[in-house]
């Protein structure tokens, strides 16, 4: 579960990016988070696995209080967050198999757990045949598919999106989405910010619009309702 | 800053940061390069000089030891005097011990060491005359006991032979004080530059180090490459000094040698501390250069 009381962040340069958030999201829950661009966003993800810290307010993902959280601890509260990017933020010269092993052999797991954890994830994101490659050899959607695999491996109650088809052309997009749905069956939150007008209007699910700072609107079912 | 994950670390991390930190070396060979020449440049320097001070104090020590002088008091002060002259002299500030030998003792020690040739003084009676023999606290107070002695109504003459002393000893001084001033910059030097290739390096992987962040990974976990990468920087940089040093030792030592009385201290003795203290010199440079540099990275 991940809940935020009454949450600011304010800049060192003065910019105020979020204005008193309070959102409830139970574990289990696929959340899209819309909005303009610089409305606030991006701050309210990186919240959620400590990349900022909230100037005020509290902030509770999967049993850590996050803003309470001391410095040692937040490599602990990360292994409990799955993180994906625009970017995919792969290692270059890494294969597949071994971009997705970075992640469970920094946190000093067996190597037996590994090669198990390492398949059962491949499989899952379906690019087993894959696992020999770089990412240089691979399209933008199957490397997208490769940082969720990361970003699974370590099996977190929350998996949290900034803009993972921001790089993809539509098709791709689908495939990510579909592929975060079933995770998301799984029992796992999701939380995704996104620009994607049509996967939020045909997946009809609960949609979060940040503005100014502020949350402007919180609907079930919600469409994406931005003409841009 | 945090540690945590060095505590309990596992086998397996320790060589993998071990793998990783002896890669890194390569990846910036230039500035491993530069880095490592600067610490074995100075450590060379500050060897040197350990080298030559070790030796230095041994020797003077052994002047020291034998440091005595003589006090001749005048035939013509009555033997009655001669416990007023002794009182004084042990009033002196700096006097260890004061020994009387007479008239009669100093020509019985100069037949000895005439033995055969003891005839040729003889018919001479006894020209010798009573004296103090003194040992001093610090020599570098010699000169000015020797002047206050002198000064001392019923002594004749002083005498000593290590007048040497007191320059030697304030030579070495200078050159002690010169090369720690030296010393201390180039140290500096040396950690800024081991310093700066931790961060090249830490600069080039930012990229793996944001993912190894992201995904949970310590700061300790993070720091082991890096930590490794400067403290072999540093060892490096201890051992080719120390080599360097132990060959031209023996072979400075053989040469000395064909000169007596001179001797240098033992290869093995010397080298033993010197060595010490360079590797840790090094292992601090290193060490501390590394941590200093990861400092600001980590802080994500």
Redesign the interface.
């Known amino acids: 579960m991940i809940e935020m009381q009454d949450v600011w962040k304010e800049y060192g340069n003065g910019v105020t990016a979020l204005s008193g958030i309070s959102v409830r999201i139970p574990q289990g829950t696929f959340v899209y988070v819309v909005g303009p661009s610089g409305a606030g966003k991006s701050t309210f993800i990186k919240l959620m ?1 400590r ?1 900022e810290r909230p100037t005020k307010g509290h902030i509770f993902v999967g049993g850590f209080n996050i803003e309470r959280l001391r ?2 601890q937040i ?5 409990h967050v799955g ?1 994906v990017f625009q970017d995919y ?1 792969l ?1 270059q010269q890494l294969t597949v198999a071994e971009n997705i092993a ?2 469970l ?4 797991v067996s ?1 037996k757990t590994i090669q198990k954890r390492v398949n059962e994830v491949l499989e899952l994101v379906g690019i087993e045949d894959k696992r020999n490659m770089i990412p240089r050899e691979l399209s933008g959607g199957e490397q997208q598919r490769v940082a969720i695999a ?1 970003a699974l491996v ?1 099996k977190p109650k929350v998996v949290v999106a900034d803009e993972p088809t921001g790089n993809l052309d539509p098709d791709n997009s689908w495939s990510i989405l579909k592929l975060l749905e079933r995770v998301n069956d799984r029992g796992t939150t999701i939380v995704m910010a996104t620009h994607n007008r049509e996967l939020v209007n045909a997946s009809k699910k609960r949609v979060i619009a940040i503005e100014n700072g502020r949350i402007s609107r919180d609907e079930e079912r919600g469409d994406y309702g931005y003409e841009d | 800053m945090k540690s945590a994950g060095i505590t309990g670390m596992k086998i397996r991390t320790i060589g993998r940061h071990g793998r990783e930190g002896f890669k890194n070396l390569f990846r910036n060979g230039w500035m491993t390069f530069a880095a490592i020449s600067a610490v074995a440049v100075t450590l060379l320097i500050l060897g040197a000089s350990l080298v030559l001070s070790v030796n230095i104090q041994a020797m003077s020590l052994n002047i020291e030891s034998q440091l005595q002088f003589n006090a001749y008091v005048s035939d013509h002060v009555p033997a009655k005097e001669l416990p007023v002259i002794e009182r004084q002299l042990h009033v002196i500030k700096g006097i260890r011990s004061v020994t009387f030998v007479s008239k009669a003792a100093a020509l019985k020690r100069m037949k000895q060491i005439l033995q055969s040739n003891s005839d040729l003084i003889n018919g001479l009676g006894n020209p010798l005359p009573n004296e103090f023999v003194l040992q001093v606290t610090n020599p570098r107070d010699i000169s000015k006991i020797a002047t206050a002695v002198e000064r001392i109504h019923g002594i004749d003459k002083v005498q000593y032979g290590a007048s040497v002393v007191p320059k030697l000893l304030s030579v070495m001084t200078m050159v002690r004080d010169t090369a720690i001033i030296f010393i201390a910059g180039l140290v500096i030097m040396g950690m800024f530059l081991i310093s700066n290739t931790v961060k090249i390096t830490i600069f080039t992987r930012r990229r793996e180090i944001e993912i190894m962040k992201l995904v949970g990974a310590t700061d300790g976990f993070i720091r082991g490459p890096f930590f490794v990468e400067g403290t072999l920087m540093g060892i490096v940089g201890a051992l080719i000094p120390s080599v360097l040093l132990y060959a031209g030792y023996q072979w400075v030592r053989k040469t000395v040698a064909l000169f007596p009385p001179f001797t240098l201290l033992p290869t093995a003795y010397v080298m033993d501390r010197v060595v010490f203290v360079l590797l840790a010199c090094g292992l601090f440079i290193g060490v501390w250069g590394s941590v200093v540099s990861m400092r600001k990275f980590l802080r994500v």
């Open positions: 696995y990349q410095e040692r490599p602990i509260m990360r292994r993180v933020k290692l970075f992640a052999e920094v946190i000093e190597r990361r370590n």
